[in-house]
């Protein structure tokens, strides 16, 4: 029973072909495409897959760009199916004032976490931070309850609206200093140590909130540059949200690990 997972953020459109919907399954093939391309993935990429069994897939972009993904799609015989947050999921409670309108990435990466921590041993709070084209940093407790989150923009919207509201700043992309000594640097700095800040922010509050070290996982395309900055030890996750969609497919598929 082979499975597609299919991730579709704000800029790219991930997928990774598994043998089995569950945790652990043997990667078979993956692949990304920018949103500009993906009308092609059909005669392309995934042109020389096998067919999946099953698809579970998690979408940011809206409605349009999940039926362009749909019509690709059609070359196989399996039924779309996409994540909607809800009130309950793989063991995570949401804890959003309107559940559904949790963004589906955030709640899916969630999952992925939370059994991450759990498949090595006891329950931890957690925190999960997600770096891309916008930054989201959320608080899990030992029960799996998703108490809140942050979101704000990652580091090209902030460089961008910097460049767009202040006269003379249209400069090359700079190093992370402790004490920048040129705008460049400045920028750069600026906005990394604000996503370091916000992600401390809520490390903090959680540790009051649980009386428990978090523990913390970072994902997302833009991860690595966000690492070497942050002020508490981190655990690097390729993508949480394929775990999480793996996850949610055992639970809905009959497949468990």
């Not at 995934?46 to 979408?59: K, N």
């Not at 939370?114 to 084209?133: H, S």
């Not at 395309?221 to 030890?233: D, E, I, L, N």
Request: with cysteine.
């Amino acid at each position: 029973m082979s499975f597609l997972a299919i991730d579709v953020g704000n800029t790219r459109l991930k997928w990774a072909m598994y043998e089995a919907p569950r945790p652990g399954a043997a990667l078979l093939a993956q692949g990304a495409e920018f949103l500009d391309h993906i009308d092609r993935l059909s005669e392309t990429a995934w042109a020389h897959l096998a067919a999946p069994t099953r698809m579970l897939g998690c979408v940011v972009a809206g409605d349009a760009v999940r039926r362009r993904v749909e019509d690709q799609m059609e070359l196989w015989s399996v039924d779309p199916q996409w994540v909607v947050p809800s009130l309950q999921e793989s063991g995570l409670t949401n804890g959003y004032d309107h559940p559904s309108r949790l963004g589906c990435d955030r709640w899916v990466a969630m999952i992925g976490a939370r059994q991450r921590v759990l498949a090595r041993g006891p329950a931890r709070p957690l925190v999960v931070v997600m770096v891309g084209t916008a930054v989201t940093v959320e608080a899990i407790d030992a029960q799996g309850r998703f108490l809140g989150g942050l979101i704000l923009p990652g580091h090209g919207i902030m460089l961008r609206a910097l460049e767009s509201g202040t006269a003379g700043l249209h400069v090359p992309t700079g190093e992370v200093r402790s004490f920048p000594t040129n705008t460049s640097d400045a920028l750069t700095s600026g906005g990394t140590f604000a996503i370091a800040g916000a992600v401390e922010r809520i490390y903090q509050h959680l540790l009051q909130h649980c009386g428990e070290e978090p523990v913390c996982m970072m994902t997302g395309g833009a991860g690595w540059k966000m690492a070497p900055s942050m002020t508490r030890p981190f655990e690097l996750v390729d993508n949480l949200i394929f775990d999480g969609l793996l996850e949610i497919a055992a639970r809905r598929f009959g497949t468990p690990p």
